[in-house]
């Protein structure tokens, strides 16, 4: 006869036998952690991968933006939807656009309200996912903890009700319960040395956005400014 499969065999396990509810619950909210760990790692390692290109393009041809009409033509372009610069080019060419309409407020000040309300979404968007990585970095070991506490508790009572004492009968089920605790540091370890990375990234990208921002600023209120010094 065949060996079962693998994930079948597993569950065989004589730690799966001896958890309860509470067990079950602790198991699944490690496990939950873990995978939501890891798709937010790779969510973003993606998003990441995707964007690095349009980034540098972007960036290197802004370089040789020199008036209003080439930043609109750099930002109409294919994809500049799709990274932060982009958008902030956009959010400053609309306000720019539309600010003449708005009020009594100049239209510095509309360019402005913009781009700072545009950074701030960009911001909060590199943050996504971070507030969960931390807290399965900082949860998950206490989680785990609470798992081998318990289940080493229903281990030595079960071995008290037999009678058996002998370090061959304690030995295995304290040990499986430690099981709990890998598992929950298995979640912590890389939950929290990708909060700390994406953390440093952000810390890194958020001040190019602010420079952005503010050449974009400057851009479009110099041309502003040249027609009213210009008239009599």
Same mark, same amino acid.
């Given at each position: 006869?065949?060996?079962?499969? *693998?994930?079948?065999?597993? #569950? %065989?396990?004589? #730690? #799966?036998?001896?958890?309860?509810?509470?067990?079950?619950?602790?198991?699944?909210?490690?496990?939950?952690?873990?995978?939501?760990?890891?798709?937010?790692?790779?969510?973003?390692?993606?998003?990441?991968?995707?964007?690095?290109?349009?980034? &540098?393009?972007?960036?290197?041809?802004?370089? =040789? *933006?020199? +008036?209003?009409?080439?930043? +609109?033509?750099?930002?109409?372009?294919?994809?500049?939807?799709?990274?932060?610069?982009?958008?902030?080019?956009?959010?400053?060419?609309?306000?720019?656009?539309?600010? +003449?309409?708005?009020?009594?407020?100049?239209? +510095?000040?509309?360019?402005?309200?913009?781009? =700072?309300? =545009?950074?701030?979404?960009?911001?909060?968007?590199?943050?996504?996912?971070?507030?969960?990585?931390?807290?399965?970095?900082?949860?998950?070991?206490?989680?785990? $903890? #609470?798992?081998?506490?318990?289940?080493?508790?229903?281990?030595?009572? %079960?071995?008290?009700?037999? @009678?058996?004492?002998?370090l061959a009968a304690v030995a295995g089920?304290?040990g499986e319960a430690l099981i709990m605790?890998? *598992? @929950?540091? %298995?979640?912590?370890?890389?939950?929290?040395?990708?909060?700390?990375?994406?953390?440093?990234?952000?810390?890194? *990208?958020?001040?190019? $956005?602010?420079?952005? %921002?503010?050449? &974009?600023?400057?851009?479009?209120?110099?041309?502003?400014?040249?027609?009213?010094?210009?008239?009599?």
């Amino acid at each position: 006869m065949s060996e079962p499969f *693998v994930p079948f065999a597993l #569950f %065989a396990h004589p #730690f #799966f036998a001896r958890l309860d509810a509470v067990g079950w619950t602790v198991l699944t909210v490690l496990v939950s952690l873990f995978l939501a760990t890891v798709a937010i790692i790779g969510a973003r390692l993606w998003l990441a991968a995707r964007e690095r290109p349009l980034v &540098c393009a972007f960036r290197a041809a802004f370089a =040789q *933006v020199d +008036s209003h009409p080439a930043l +609109s033509a750099l930002a109409a372009a294919r994809g500049a939807t799709r990274h932060p610069y982009g958008r902030l080019a956009r959010a400053a060419l609309e306000a720019w656009r539309t600010a +003449s309409h708005r009020g009594t407020l100049h239209r +510095s000040e509309w360019l402005y309200r913009a781009l =700072q309300t =545009q950074l701030e979404r960009e911001v909060a968007e590199r943050e996504w996912g971070l507030t969960l990585l931390a807290t399965a970095a900082n949860t998950a070991p206490y989680i785990g $903890l #609470f798992g081998t506490v318990w289940s080493i508790y229903h281990a030595l009572s %079960a071995i008290a009700l037999s @009678g058996e004492a002998s370090l061959a009968a304690v030995a295995g089920p304290v040990g499986e319960a430690l099981i709990m605790t890998a *598992v @929950g540091l %298995a979640v912590a370890i890389p939950a929290a040395i990708a909060h700390n990375l994406f953390g440093r990234a952000n810390r890194l *990208v958020i001040p190019e $956005l602010e420079a952005f %921002a503010h050449a &974009c600023y400057l851009l479009l209120a110099a041309e502003d400014e040249e027609p009213a010094a210009a008239t009599p």
